[in-house]
Nanobody, 129 residues
Framework: QVQPVESGGGSVQPGGSLSLSCVAS????????MGWFRQAPGKEREGVAA???????????TYSASVEGRFTIPKDNVKNTLYLRMNSLTPEDTAMYYC???????????????????WGQGTQVTVSS
């Protein structure tokens, strides 16, 4: 079992930046998926960005169309942490952000919630003037 724990949410003005962190409870050997999802009030949870990794080596990175070019998802193997760096934030980015982990990886399913077994509790991001 792998338990992801998110941190770093908060409030920011439109056009601002924010960084989220997700620490996995243990190092994962072999192939796994790890990603960020978000859920706004009244909407379904959607994939934001995710990686397919083989131990410490990232094999694939996928971004949703709504965040590509604004968000990045760097990984720190020493700290066992996946980050979500968010720039040029808009009110439409307001949501609860979740980190998720899945043992194994299917690149075509990286942004699908059904791919993931382990979920964090979430951290709130609010973009407002």
């Amino acid at each position: 079992q792998v338990q992801p724990v998110e941190s770093g949410g908060g409030s920011v003005q439109p056009g601002g930046s924010l960084s989220l962190s997700c620490v996995a409870s243990r190092y994962v050997y072999g192939s796994y998926s790890m990603g960020w999802f978000r859920q706004a009030p009244g909407k379904e949870r959607e994939g934001v960005a995710a990686i397919c990794s083989d131990g410490s080596v990232v094999r694939s990175i996928t971004y949703s169309a709504s965040v590509e070019g604004r968000f990045t998802i760097p990984k720190d193997n020493v700290k066992n942490t996946l980050y979500l760096r968010m720039n040029s934030l808009t009110p439409e980015d307001t949501a609860m952000y979740y980190c998720a982990v899945s043992l194994g990886c299917r690149v075509e399913r990286l942004l699908l919630t059904g791919q993931y077994n382990y979920w964090g509790q979430g951290t709130q991001v609010t973009v407002s003037s």
